[in-house]
């Protein structure tokens, strides 16, 4: 029996998550979770642990072995619990939960991946204009079942600077778009517990510098042996360029929620590209709620990452 640490304190539910869908997990010792802002690295984090815990770079069918226990949109939670019942090897789940809406159990490793808000953006208008019609309806279904039909967030726009206007002024405005955390609220939900032994502060921009390196430090916190001699091979099927090409095989689910399916939704895999849309006057919110709402070490953290930053566990 795995001892819980601490219940949630705070009930979340937006248009595509509800954290009581955590409420019958059953949790095991050595389980991992996953947990990010949307569009911070979850799924090329998923693909990491993914090859750790296999030792094999060989393409897995992982979106449906790692499930999204928050997420409404797929299907009953007793699905997804009887998958992680059913399986044998060390089980790894995702959560877009804020940290105090999940419950914390002793031995269950988290590993929390960041990327600027800023590119998280960008990645997300790429994200939500990709959907197939029939998820646009499924989850406008879901509303109006759930009587949250104006609560739900605004189409998204074609030009990804007006979505980005819109992200930034409902941040501004404390709203909850859909339901959901800001980006600013989300992060300071999870960076006060940044010295805890059982989690781990990963950085988008860390995996794009030294993929091996990080891989190592995910490696060894997770308590897994990866022989040196294996790293590469691992780390090479980390990589965008093979994750994109494999995208079929890893996430086969996805090409019913997405045109092009996996393809659209492994896009780029970069950052900067809000540098060339954005104009300084556009970009002047987004740095007066990062001053308000982080340290300037959290600040420099959430920018850059731990090898131009820091340590966050040694950061203020």
């Known amino acids: 029996m795995v001892t819980m640490l601490r219940a949630p304190t705070r009930e979340y539910s937006s248009v595509l998550m509800d954290s009581h869908r955590w409420d019958d997990f059953r949790p095991r010792q050595d389980d991992i979770i996953v947990a990010t802002y949307p569009k911070c690295g979850t799924t090329w984090t998923q693909r990491?642990?993914?090859?750790?815990?296999?030792?094999?770079?060989?393409?897995?069918?992982?979106?449906?072995?790692s499930p999204w226990l928050d997420a409404k949109i797929f299907g009953p939670i007793e699905r997804d619990l009887e998958t992680l019942a059913a399986q044998g090897h060390r089980r790894f789940v995702k959560t877009h939960l804020p940290y105090d809406s999940l419950p914390i159990y002793e031995g269950v490793k988290m590993i929390h991946v960041v990327r600027d808000g800023r590119d998280a953006c960008m990645s997300m208008h790429n994200h939500m204009r990709g959907f197939?019609?029939?998820?646009?309806?499924?989850m406008a279904a879901?509303?109006?079942?759930?009587?949250?039909?104006?609560e739900r967030p605004p189409e998204t726009p074609e030009d990804p600077r007006e979505h980005y206007l819109q992200w930034i002024s409902q941040a501004r405005s404390g709203a909850r778009a859909g339901g959901d955390l800001s980006f600013f609220d989300f992060e300071n939900t999870y960076w006060s517990r940044r010295d805890l032994p059982d989690v781990l502060f990963v950085h988008f921009n860390d995996l794009k510098a030294?993929?091996?390196?990080?891989?190592?430090r995910i490696s060894t916190f997770l308590g897994i042996d990866t022989p040196e001699s294996l790293m590469p091979e691992l780390a090479r099927a980390a990589e965008f360029e093979t994750m994109?090409?494999?995208?079929?095989?890893?996430?086969?689910?996805l090409a019913m929620a997405f045109d092009r399916g996996a393809d659209r939704f492994i896009n780029k895999g970069v950052n900067g590209r809000w540098s060339d849309i954005l104009s300084?006057?556009?970009?002047?919110?987004?740095?007066?709620?990062?001053?308000?709402?982080?340290?300037?070490?959290?600040?420099?953290w959430i920018e850059h990452g731990r090898l131009v930053a820091g340590d966050p566990r040694l950061l203020d």
Do not use: C, N, W
């Open 48 to 65: 990491i642990v993914d090859l750790l815990v296999f030792q094999s770079p060989d393409p897995r069918p992982f979106g449906q072995t």
């Open 132 to 138: 197939r019609p029939e998820m646009l309806a499924a």
């Open 142 to 150: 879901i509303a109006v079942a759930e009587g949250t039909a104006g």
């Open 210 to 216: 030294d993929l091996a390196g990080e891989m190592r």
């Open 244 to 253: 994109k090409r494999q995208g079929g095989e890893m996430l086969p689910e």
């Open 280 to 300: 300084d006057t556009d970009l002047e919110p987004y740095h007066a709620l990062a001053a308000a709402s982080f340290s300037p070490d959290q600040a420099r």
